[in-house]
Structure formats: structure tokens, C-alpha cells
T-cell receptor, first 112, second 114 residues
Framework: KAGVTQTPRYLIKTRGQQVTLSCSPISGHRSVSWYQQTPGQGLQFLFEYFSETQRNKGNFPGRFSGRQFSNSRSEMNVSTLELGDSALYLC???????????FGSGTQLSVL | DAKTTQPTSMDCAEGRAANLPCNHSTISGNEYVYWYRQIHSQGPQYIIHGLKNNETNEMASLIITEDRKSSTLILPHATLRDTAVYYCIVRAPMGTGNNRKLIWGLGTSLAVNP
């Protein structure tokens, strides 16, 4: 069974631009959650989707948004990028809301 | 929101047991304790989880105190490849549909030395 796939693996953007990151969960998994990881802050929870509905949301500004499609694939969008948005963005899937999380390799975003 | 506390760093000699502690005093009755580890620039990898009984798998053992306010992950024979950051989190069981926001601390950076 294929694991969680995140694309792209690396991304370089400039301030003010927007970016869309993609996550394909493990087949059959209906829950997808997103995290931001920076060296000083560790893993910060962004949001969790289950069956196309946002179930939980972390403490991030409205520039960070996401969605989940009917096939459980998820996208995360960051608008008006700031230098501080440079981070590793991780996606995790699980069969349902709750339970074991399975992570992708992440997207390393650099904002210049 | 459920929160865990772990030491910032630990050292262990290769071949010895590594015992990584975690405090989770605000854990709810139906929340499980999960352990993950992360090797640099990769996504966290699931290790083990438990509710109240001790658990063991091919990677590690998990000891949860009777009051469930703390736990210890045990790597019985640490190798150099076990050098990683280890995270302890609490999470609702699958299907409850009532997840509290997951809070990941900075974890414990384990260095296994030759």
C-alpha cells in the first residue's frame, strides 16, 4: 500500500506570493491533518479534515487555509507569503478522525 | 488541549536500553498515548501507542503509569539508527470524532553514541 504522498518536495517562493501544497493520503484513509515545523517551534498543528469537513483548526492566521476533496486528497494554501512561513509542511493521514497518524515526507517551503 | 512534557535531550550508549519519559497529566479517559520519532527532514514515524496497559512491539515497549499521567518509551537495545527526535502525544481513539487539537512539543532529541 502506498504511503502518504506530498508534492512538491521542495518549493521556493518570494514574499507576497501564494502557494498550494498537495497531500494524497493512504488509500482508504479519510482524515488528513497538516502541520508546520520550524526549528524553534517544533510541529505546530494547522488543521484536520475528515470527509471533506474541517474538524479542528490550530492557531494560525487566515492566510493559511485548506480543503479536502471527495477522494480524501487534501490541499493547503498559504496566501501573501511572509519570510516566517519558511518551514517544513507535513501532512498526515489516518483511517478516521483519531487514531494512528501516518506522515508524508513533507514539503520544504523557503520564502525569500 | 492535551499537552505533553518531555526532556529536551538524552544520551544513550549503543546496545543499552534507552528510556524516554513523558508527562501527560491532562490526559482524558479515552485518550491514547502515542509515540513517534523523526529523523532529520523526514516525516515522523509511528512507533507505538497505548491506553493504560503496557504495550510492546518489534520497535519498542511502552510503559504507562497506573494514573496515566506519565509514560516511558523503552528502546531495549539502542542502535545508532535510533538517533532521532522522539515525540509523545495524546490523541483520541479512531471514530470518536471529537479530537482535541493535537499539540506536539519539541520532543526529546535522543543521541545514541558508539
Amino acid at each position: 500500500k502506498a504511503g502518504v504522498t506530498q508534492t512538491p518536495r521542495y518549493l521556493i517562493k518570494t514574499r507576497g506570493q501564494q502557494v498550494t501544497l498537495s497531500c494524497s493520503p493512504i488509500s482508504g484513509h479519510r482524515s488528513v491533518s497538516w502541520y508546520q515545523q520550524t526549528p524553534g517551534q517544533g510541529l505546530q498543528f494547522l488543521f484536520e479534515y475528515f470527509s471533506e469537513t474541517q474538524r479542528n483548526k490550530g492557531n494560525f492566521p487566515g492566510r493559511f487555509s485548506g480543503r479536502q476533496f471527495s477522494n480524501s486528497r487534501s490541499e493547503m494554501n498559504v496566501s501573501t507569503l511572509e519570510l516566517g512561513d519558511s518551514a517544513l509542511y507535513l501532512c498526515a493521514s489516518s483511517p478516521g478522525s483519531g487514531g494512528s497518524l501516518f506522515f508524508g515526507s513533507g514539503t520544504q517551503l523557503s520564502v525569500l | 488541549d492535551a499537552k505533553t512534557t518531555q526532556p529536551t535531550s538524552m544520551d544513550c550508549a549503543e546496545g543499552r536500553a534507552a528510556n524516554l519519559p513523558c508527562n501527560h497529566s491532562t490526559i482524558s479517559g479515552n485518550e491514547y498515548v502515542y509515540w513517534y520519532r523523526q529523523i532529520h527532514s523526514q516525516g515522523p514515524q509511528y512507533i507505538i501507542h497505548g491506553l493504560k496497559n503496557n504495550e510492546t512491539n518489534e520497535m519498542a515497549s511502552l510503559i504507562i503509569t497506573e494514573d496515566r499521567k506519565s509514560s516511558t518509551l523503552i528502546l531495549p537495545h539502542a542502535t545508532l539508527r535510533d538517533t532521532a527526535v522522539y515525540y509523545c502525544i495524546v490523541r483520541a481513539p479512531m471514530g470518536t470524532g471529537n479530537n482535541r487539537k493535537l499539540i506536539w512539543g519539541l520532543g526529546t532529541s535522543l543521541a545514541v553514541n558508539p
